[in-house]
């Protein structure tokens, strides 16, 4: 059974459009992550979650929103979509993230914006 | 601030030779460290983590990494590559404590194996 899965898994948009990125865990974990993954293979966190609340919101345009509706649930919407915004975006998740516990990676998002 | 330097965005190594990967940190806190492999199209996997326990942490696949403060390094070895370890490995560091548990990832080594 996959642990942390993501929807779609290839993304093929045009600029302009707006999209949603979707991600799920059955791992029971309080606390999940969105990162991108540039093409020089460079890995940013972008958000985090815990319990459904933000704790973690990096320096990302707000065209950008993450919601969790649930805490097994973490989705992406990003508005007027940038040919910058080309990425592979990785959702993971972990226990309570005050302590120090392994981050579970979904197998990634590759959205390309033409 | 956290951040991790990785030296070498490519390694090659030869079936059966030894694997090293360097890694060293940048902390101001007494930092966690882990190690993530990433196969092609995939997400990332767990190799193994410090965190504050033995200096010496073995991890999955054969792979280990030894801590060392005064050098302020965290290097990823194996003592005899296999093909199958071809992929690229990131080093990690989390600030202790706090109330969020953030990963700042280095700029990743590729490992090319080579018969």
């Known amino acids: 059974d996959t642990a942390v899965s993501q929807t779609p898994k290839y993304l093929v948009t045009q600029m302009g459009n707006d999209k949603s990125i979707k991600c799920e865990q059955n791992?029971?974990?309080?606390?999940m992550y969105w990162y991108k993954q540039d093409s020089k293979k460079f890995l940013k966190i972008m958000f985090s979650y815990n319990n459904k609340e933000l704790i973690i919101n990096e320096t990302v345009p707000n065209r950008f929103s993450p919601k969790s509706p649930d805490k097994a649930h973490l989705n992406l919407h990003i508005n007027s979509l940038e040919l910058g915004d080309s990425a592979v975006y990785f959702c993971?998740?972990?226990?309570?993230?005050?302590?120090?516990?392994?981050?579970?990676f979904g197998p990634g998002t590759r959205l390309t914006v033409t | 601030a956290q951040s991790v330097t990785q030296l070498g965005s490519h390694v090659s190594v030869s079936e059966g030779a030894l694997v090293l990967l360097r890694c060293n940190y940048s902390s101001s806190v007494p930092p966690y460290l882990f190690w993530y492999v990433q196969y092609p199209n995939q997400g990332l996997q767990l190799l193994l983590k410090?965190?504050?326990?033995?200096?010496l942490v073995k991890g999955i696949n054969g792979f280990e990494a030894e801590f060392k403060k005064s050098e302020t390094s965290f290097h990823l070895t194996k003592p005899s590559a296999h093909m199958s370890d071809a992929a690229e490995y990131f080093c990690?560091?989390?600030?202790?404590?706090?109330?969020?548990?953030?990963?700042?990832f280095g700029t990743g080594t590729r490992l090319q194996v080579t018969l």
């Open positions: 410090y965190t504050s326990a033995a200096t």
């Open positions: 993971a998740s972990s226990h309570s993230p005050g302590l120090v516990s392994e981050q579970y």
């Open positions: 791992l029971g974990h309080d606390t």
């Open positions: 990690a560091v989390s600030a202790r404590g706090g109330t969020a548990s953030k990963l700042t």
